[in-house]
């Protein structure tokens, strides 16, 4: 799922009229067939924050009975796709005979590797009502020596994943270490991805790390001197301490890491060499790409 156009963002040098914010992004809707997502990573100027190199915040999307998410069979190399619902449920197929249902508070973590497909529906039991889905699907992209590493799947309930009380703050630690927790989620380099709820005024000092994207998914919150508005995403500076402070009911998700150097990106497909993503969209469109037991007939074309 791509579909790469620039979108808007405002650059700013790290100045003391700045703070703590470098760039502000936002995003803009993209159609995945039947719903819209938006899209915030990557942009013309932005293409990754530490090893984050793809960042959809899905809905919240109202389906009819009948109606729902219905993505098909499509492939990805060289990354690892992060999936986190806030309401309802996918259900998860891939290539290598994965099929696990997606809840709120679940993480998903598919390592692409060297070529994995996947797909993304409903059960029965979902579509036959009216339902929401809302969440949010990342991609991480790998460290070079890990790009053609074996496919893999991993799939973490909510109730693995720690929560913590930050001076009356409640935050997840969904990847890496913040807060005097460690999340169980594997990682390939240094990575940072939480979670958390915040009530008008209430702060919240956010964790370190080399480089750090604050997305608002709901709500709005200050930071440094600077108003971050729902749906969009603040670059922090390499600053420590840096403090946001709610202005509103406010649901926000950092995240952030080590810098893994260039990647090139097209369609589903990343990586350090152009040539690895022209093999694959030749492997995909001459079938040689594994299929997905259970959705073997159906798969979404090599675009134009």
């Known amino acids: 799922m791509s579909n790469l156009a620039p979108d808007t963002e405002m650059d700013c040098p790290i100045t003391d009229e700045c703070g703590a914010i470098v760039q502000l992004l936002q995003p803009r809707n993209r159609d995945l067939g039947g719903f819209s997502v938006r899209r915030v990573l990557p942009v013309i100027g932005r293409k990754m924050i530490g090893p984050w190199i ?12 009948g109606d729902g998410i219905n993505v098909r069979p499509h492939p990805h190399i060289g990354i690892a796709t ?4 806030f309401e309802g449920e996918i259900l998860h197929r891939d290539s290598l005979g994965s099929l696990q249902p997606i809840r709120p508070g679940d993480i998903n973590l598919m390592v692409a590797g060297r070529g994995i497909v996947h797909s993304e529906r409903e059960r029965p039991e979902i579509t036959a009502t009216d339902h929401t889905l809302h969440g949010l699907q990342l991609w991480l992209a790998l460290p070079e020596a890990d790009e053609e590493a074996e496919p893999a799947f991993y799939h973490y309930p909510g109730d693995t994943v720690p929560s913590v009380s930050v001076d ?11 807060f005097g927790a460690a999340s169980p989620v594997k990682t390939f380099a240094g990575t940072l991805y939480i979670e958390a709820w915040l009530k008008p005024g209430q702060k919240l000092t956010l964790p370190d790390a080399e480089e750090r994207g604050l997305y608002v998914a709901k709500g709005k919150l200050r930071a440094g001197g600077t ?7 603040a670059v922090l500076a390499a600053h420590e301490g840096v403090t946001v402070e709610a202005i509103e009911d406010t649901r926000l998700a950092l995240v952030g890491g080590e ?8 369609w589903n497909f990343v990586s350090s060499r152009k040539e690895r993503i022209e093999q694959a ?8 790409f594994p299929i997905v037991p ?3 007939e159906d798969y979404i074309p090599l675009p134009g």
Request: net charge negative.
């Open 294 to 296: 259970g959705d073997e």
């Open 227 to 233: 108003e971050v508005p729902e749906y969009s995403m």
């Open 168 to 178: 009356g703050v409640q935050v997840r630690v969904m990847m890496g270490t913040a």
């Open 281 to 288: 969209k030749d492997d995909w469109q001459n079938r040689r």
């Open 259 to 266: 810098p893994l150097g260039r990647r090139f990106i097209e």
């Open 82 to 85: 992060v999936t986190y619902l």
């Open 54 to 65: 793809f960042f959809d915040h899905m809905g919240p999307a109202h389906f009819a009975a």
